[in-house]
């Protein structure tokens, strides 16, 4: 045997019954058997179809019956209760609205629990009269549903669930919010200040320039700046707030290109078009002072400025020791480059070289003197370094010497 029309839709979700709920249907169950027959027999006919033209209840402000638009009268009892006596039988079309039930199609109904709203059929009394909603679930029918049993609001959701109005997969939308489908999914959204559904779902905000962002203020769509962009209104330079507004930063007195002040010549740039010349070139300044310029800079003008020079001539312009045609020598390494070529000839020239293996004999005392004693150190290392040589007897010649670190230009 099928489900009830009702459920084979998703207009209804079941609902625990209470064991008087129970009772009535088991009191009812032959006119039911018969319902369900009866909806198995036309599976394809619409909701609406199967309603009929029943009379209402005479009790329940809550429950609701589809077919007469209306819902029925007063009663004492709760939100939910389908308790009351049984209306009389609505008009099937024809004008006569004493019809019994057995002429008609058990109606729809529906009736609040707490903030939902559940869904059911009418079943036929003994007198032949649609009697009280027999509730079978949760309502999904968007015309009934919520506290009330009332349609949803279209703009705030797309859907009855479980009861309830819902936006997507979430509640149904406040009363500042619209259920929109954003491109990423359905749900809702603030159309205040949403400019991709300002005003309204799809209603997307636009921007034409380059700095600026599309913005939704109050439903309608407008523009801002984007965070610490500059641009120029005439000589004036304009930043952008945190606000998203242009606020003037400057007033240029060379004028304004590009959201910056031009430059005057002598003053750092990164291209010409920063420059009031037009011109933006590398000069190199003298950075250890020893009369040499290797350190390059990029200036505003055709000409270098005092203390600049068009070339490069030092070959480490932090350490001035270091320059052109220097002529002593160091066991240090240049400072901030490295190496030993102190006089920028581009190798690194060792001031001693010679090496000795002893004074000699007493025949030749004093060779060997002023030469490295092993191998020749390198550049700042240290060696063995013979300073002088001695006669003591008549055989030998002893020598002397000293820990010296080899020099280098």
């Known amino acids: 045997m099928k489900n009830s029309p009702d459920l084979d839709r998703g207009l209804v979700r079941p609902l625990h019954r209470t064991p008087a709920a129970r009772r009535r249907a088991a009191a009812t169950a032959p006119l039911l058997l018969s319902l369900l027959a009866l909806a198995c027999s036309a599976p394809e006919r619409k909701f609406e179809e199967l309603q009929g033209a029943a009379g209402s209840p005479s009790g329940g402000a809550a429950s609701h019956d589809p077919s007469r638009g209306s819902s029925g009268g007063s009663d004492t009892g709760s939100a939910g209760s ?10 099937d079309g024809d004008g006569d609205t004493t019809d019994t039930c057995d002429r008609g199609t058990p109606p729809a109904c529906f009736s609040s629990v707490g903030e939902l709203c ?8 003994a007198q032949g009269e649609w009697g009280a909603c027999d509730l079978l679930g949760l309502s999904n029918d968007f015309e009934h549903c919520g506290d009330g ?9 797309d859907a009855c669930s479980e009861g309830l109005c819902a936006c997507g997969s979430g509640a149904a939308c406040g009363p500042d919010e619209l259920c929109c489908d954003d491109g990423e999914g359905v749900g809702c959204v603030a159309p205040l200040d949403d400019p991709r559904n300002c005003g309204g779902c799809g209603h997307v905000c636009t921007a034409d320039a380059a700095d600026e962002r ?3 203020v109050d439903g309608a769509c407008t523009t801002l700046c984007i965070a610490s962009n500059a641009r120029c209104d005439g000589s004036t330079l304009l930043r952008c707030g945190a606000d998203g507004a242009w606020t003037a930063e400057e007033e240029c007195a060379l004028g304004c290109r590009d959201g910056a002040c ?5 003053q750092p740039c990164g291209k010409a078009a920063e420059c009031a010349s037009g011109s933006c070139n590398v000069f190199y300044a003298d950075g250890d002072k020893d009369g040499y310029h290797g350190t390059a800079t990029s200036l505003c003008g055709t000409s270098p400025p005092s203390g600049y020079a068009t070339t490069s001539t030092d070959c480490c312009d932090t350490d001035p020791r270091a320059y052109p045609g220097q002529p002593s020598f160091f066991s240090t390494k240049r400072t901030g480059c490295g190496g030993f070529d102190f006089d920028c000839n ?13 004074c000699g004999s007493s025949e030749s005392c004093g060779r060997g003197t002023n030469a490295w004693r092993s191998e020749v150190p390198a550049c700042g290392e240290n060696g063995s370094w013979s300073t002088s040589c001695s006669q003591s007897g ?8 000293e820990s010296r670190a080899q020099g280098c230009r």
């Open 262 to 266: 031009l430059k005057k010549d002598g």
């Open 394 to 401: 008549a055989q030998w010649c002893p020598s002397h010497s």
């Open 214 to 216: 599309p913005a939704c």
């Open 149 to 157: 049993c009332n349609s949803c609001d279209p703009d705030r959701a």
């Open 346 to 358: 581009g190798t690194e020239t060792k001031q001693y070289t010679g090496t000795t293996t002893g």
């Open 118 to 125: 559940a869904a059911g059929v009418r079943q036929c009394t």
């Open 82 to 91: 389908d308790t009351g006596s049984a209306g009389s039988a609505g008009s």
